[in-house]
């Protein structure tokens, strides 16, 4: 199944205890994507860079099935910057530096061939511009899945209303979802968010795995699944992995296109897998180098690191 | 199989987003006691209170199979008294009053009757205190499990250490962990701490659950398990939480006699169950009206929490 994938393909400067990396590749749109890509070779991407991005990244893109008809490239400009230093606990981190360059003035134009995708994933971006994406969709998508963060809820609350109204899953992490709904108890968070519009809600905790809500369009029930995170001798460098999470996520999904609560499990699990590997290199190193048989070990692992039986036998 | 625990028996003042409450009965070795009296009716307790505690209370705990000839009672003084407010979060909390009283000088002898028990939970006290129960054993029990918080790891850290090194089984929060090892993964910090004497070490997480780490004594591999936390509507109060999860652990672990990783795996659960009731209401109160069916059906909420499927059937 196709997946549209909309965000930022950036630079980044990256502080960690564990080094320092200045000027490498970075953006949602970038991480989603190379995570994605190991479940599906048919994944447009929407953004927009200057000309001061490395060919041989676009490269290792256009190889791996994404397809860049809808990559903006503006001459003489400069791409998204972002630098930000991790503390030694890597769950906070302070932003050093925000040039949104290119950013400034995006107006995402949907190649005619990306108007009727099967899937779609709204990496976080201004709300304004993913609801731009959606208005040029030519047919429903099995899925549209977003990505967003407390800057919007700060900044742009109505638009960001707006296009959670029109999306089927929110990802969010759990600071925010408290910020958006009042509600201290992320089960109350979640059933608030599920009645501003999408049925399908996940809610990211970093280093304490994910939580999966699903509210059957039916009856209504509220389903709960939790996916760990990893736990891991070393967090070389956090970023970019909920980008993965989602992109693995999403990918899954595209493959294997089944909503069903037992497949979005298996989703959240697979994008658990690929932000489990994202963190333990810098920038999107780690993601261009794995192989299915090595996700798939990370996913028995996964299996082996909460499954228990219920009786002794 | 007969159960040794340790620990304090007191009051506590409770307030909580949700309520206050004074004097009402807490203390660990009680928290502990009550959750392993589901599975274990040969429970011997060892503890100091004035005589000010509620008969009450004491009738409750002789009807649960709870053996009071280790509880000294102490004429004309008064029982170990902390208040406390929970902040909004309910994770972090500020001790309003430390009143140790028969505490100060509490040197607990153990009746004859005690000096073999299967299983022994010492729970969170002076480290001294601790190694003065296990001095007084005649035999090795099958295991020996501690709690402990870092008010020692301030205090008393090379008699802390010595304790440690006679335990199988430590019980400790994520952020003590981190303090006692200096190590920021826990990952790390657990292999850390399991050169230190025991070989399971299980770190507690709060709302996110809980994580077992076994060193196998053989082969000296780790075997790491992780049980979530109960994903609840509402947190009333999670005072006793810690303490309830060890003796729903160590009870279950006590019914069972199986040190095995399947079977400590298990444990985790009964132990994540039952603190999972215990902030449901205040005080003991939600410890005192439960039976095995409801324990049970918790325990394959859990199963469900987690259980995926590998691939599409």
Not at 132 to 154: E, G, H, I, Y
Not at 193 to 209: C, F, Q, R, S, T
Request: glycine share 6%.
């Amino acid at each position: 199944m196709s997946l549209l994938v909309v965000g930022t393909v950036a630079f980044d400067s990256i502080e960690t205890p564990y080094g320092k990396v200045d000027q490498v590749v970075g953006g949602a749109a970038t991480y989603i994507s190379l995570a994605a890509s190991y479940f599906t070779n048919q994944i447009k991407l929407v953004s927009v860079i200057g000309d001061d991005f490395p060919q041989e990244t676009l490269n290792d893109l256009t190889r791996r099935g994404v397809d860049l008809k809808g990559l903006q490239v503006r001459e003489g400009e400069k791409s998204f910057f972002w630098a930000g230093k991790y503390h030694n606990d890597l769950n906070t981190r302070d932003t050093l530096v925000t040039d949104l360059n290119v950013l400034a003035d995006f107006d995402p134009v949907l190649p005619d061939s990306y108007r009727n995708p099967d899937y779609v994933m709204l990496g976080n971006l201004t709300p304004a511009v993913q609801a731009r994406v959606l208005d040029q969709l030519n047919s429903k998508p099995n899925l549209v899945a977003m990505d967003t963060m407390n800057f919007w809820m700060d900044h742009a609350l109505d638009e960001l209303l707006d296009v959670i109204k029109r999306v089927d899953l929110l990802t969010i992490n759990d600071e925010e979802a408290r910020q958006l709904t009042g509600e201290y108890s992320l089960v109350k968070a979640a059933k608030h968010i599920l009645a501003m519009g999408p049925n399908i809600l996940v809610i990211k905790k970093g280093e304490h795995g994910a939580l999966l809500f699903l509210k059957d369009r039916d009856d209504q029930e509220l389903h709960i699944f939790y996916a760990p995170a990893m736990p891991l001798m070393d967090v070389f460098d956090p970023t970019g992995a909920g980008d993965t999470f989602a992109g693995g996520m999403i990918g899954y999904l595209a493959q294997s296109d089944d909503l069903s609560f037992d497949n979005l499990k298996r989703a959240l699990v697979y994008g658990s897998a690929m932000a489990s590997f994202c963190v333990e290199k810098f920038s999107i190193e780690r993601l261009t180098e794995l192989d299915v048989p090595r996700i798939l070990d990370r996913i028995e692992g996964f299996r082996r690191l909460v499954h228990f039986e219920k009786e002794n036998k």
